[in-house]
């Protein structure tokens, strides 16, 4: 029989984390160090940084949770979203301010290519992942590895009794990150994971038998 268990059924999207309690930074190094160890890259590039925003950096949590809010104003066109939609709950991305630990991911280009990426090198190979002047492959290669990065790091989390969640609606080019705050920012954002223990979910109001995603023979195609 084949076992099918997996910590990844504990998945609940969080909506607000509990902000009395925090990971211990050293906790939180081993995960990502765990997580980093165990995903797979293209040549062993990792195009991506992880950029690791901790309990005491709370106002660096509300910028980007301010960028998420004017990010969705702009792409509904609704002005004042926050007074419009969420004026009875809190605002979709509070679990930015309230995580533990707040997770940026960025495309990063290599400069520093290990001995078996530069005899590539010498034979001619052009790796993507140090175009510095087209970066579309890298950005391609890095959010696929990205999502298998952010998906070992959840199975950690969960493991250790831990909430997660992602967050896609922020601007993503580097220049809306041009506050003096976001100074470790220098490439595309291509993703927001929040990482603590979870206080409201989004399950908490809305139910799973109407919120459901495609069937699994419209995704899943056996051949």
Sequence with gaps: ?????????????????????????????????????????????????????????????????????????????????????????????????????????????????????????????????MNQKNVTGAAHNAKIEIGMFSAALADLCFKNNLDISHILNFPSKVESWNDPEFDFIDRQVLLIMTVGKGKIYRRDFIPSNIDLKPDFCRIINMI
């Design 1 to 129: 029989m084949i076992n099918l268990d997996t910590s990844l059924d504990r998945y609940k999207y969080v909506r607000e984390y509990d902000e009395d309690f925090q990971i211990n930074p050293e906790d939180m190094t081993d995960l990502l160090r765990k997580a980093w160890r165990v995903t797979p890259s293209k040549n062993n590039f990792m195009p991506f940084k992880v950029h690791a925003i901790g309990n005491n950096k709370k106002n660096i949590k509300e910028l980007v949770y301010r960028k998420c809010v004017g990010n969705e104003s702009r792409v509904d066109d609704i002005p004042n979203v926050e007074e419009v939609r969420y004026s009875k709950e809190k605002p979709r991305y509070w679990n930015i301010v309230s995580s533990s630990y707040l997770l940026i991911f960025t495309l990063r280009i290599e400069d520093q290519p290990n001995s078996f990426q530069q005899s590539g090198i010498d034979r001619g190979i052009r790796y993507e992942a």
